[in-house]
């Protein structure tokens, strides 16, 4: 069984660019969400996306865009990079036939933006 | 809205020594309690997590956590800990299919 992948490992951005970072689900997984742990805080999460349509959304600007694929991979998308978008951003995918939301979490991806 | 509060930003512990790492959370509605573990570089890995049942629940790497309802909380706890324990420990909480809200982290300082 594959595990969630995330790639590019690490990533140097400057301010305004634009970004695109991707994340491949669990096997028999349905649903990714993305979160952003900026240093030394707590995952916090971006969205959700099930069935290839956001399923919900936390406190971050339109900037921050998603997709997922119908094999349920997905990309998280930021516009117009900002130095406070320097973080590590985590995906997690789980399946969407539970009461509960265990999530599985892949490496990350480490954005510095400078 | 619900939250996660995590008492504790860095706990140092002797090797073998018992721990705890505190966890309160706020909602209002039932929820889901869990705990995850983060090695430097690294995402997250669940140690544990409470659906219902029994309060007391055991996860991997001989730690263990109990729901505790009235006061809202969800401590975490190892008998004896080991070196390679030493990592960023996060409780989280989930209503359902909503997703994770976290805690801050406690970093676990495990020396010999």
């Known amino acids: 069984e594959t595990g969630v992948t995330q790639s590019p490992t690490h990533l140097i951005k400057t301010r305004g660019q634009q970004v695109t970072l991707r994340c491949s689900s669990q096997?028999?997984?349905?649903?990714v969400s993305w979160y952003q742990q900026a240093l030394g805080q707590g995952p916090q999460f971006i969205f959700q996306y099930y069935r290839e349509e956001e399923n919900g959304r936390g406190n971050f600007p339109p900037r921050f865009s998603g997709l997922q694929f119908p094999n349920y991979s997905s990309e998280l998308n930021v516009n117009a990079l900002e130095l406070d978008d320097s973080a590590l951003y985590l995906c997690?995918?789980?399946?969407?036939?539970?009461?509960?939301?265990?999530?599985?979490f892949g490496p990350g991806t480490r954005l510095t933006v400078l | 809205a619900q939250s996660v509060t995590q008492l504790d930003s860095q706990v140092p512990v002797f090797e073998e020594a018992p721990v705890e790492l505190r966890c309160n959370y706020s909602s209002s509605v039932s929820v889901y309690l869990f705990w995850y573990v983060q090695y430097p570089n690294q995402g997250l890995q669940l140690l544990l997590k409470?659906?219902?049942?029994?309060?007391l629940v055991k996860g991997i790497n001989g730690f263990e956590a109990e729901f505790n309802k009235s006061q809202t909380s969800f401590h975490l706890r190892k008998p004896s800990v080991h070196i390679s324990d030493t990592a960023e420990y996060f409780c989280a909480v989930s209503e359902g299919y909503s997703t994770l809200t976290f805690g801050k982290g406690t970093m676990l300082l495990v020396s010999p």
């Open positions: 997690a995918s789980s399946l969407r036939d539970r009461e509960y939301n265990e999530q599985f």
């Open positions: 409470y659906l219902s049942g029994s309060t």
């Open positions: 096997s028999g997984h349905n649903t």
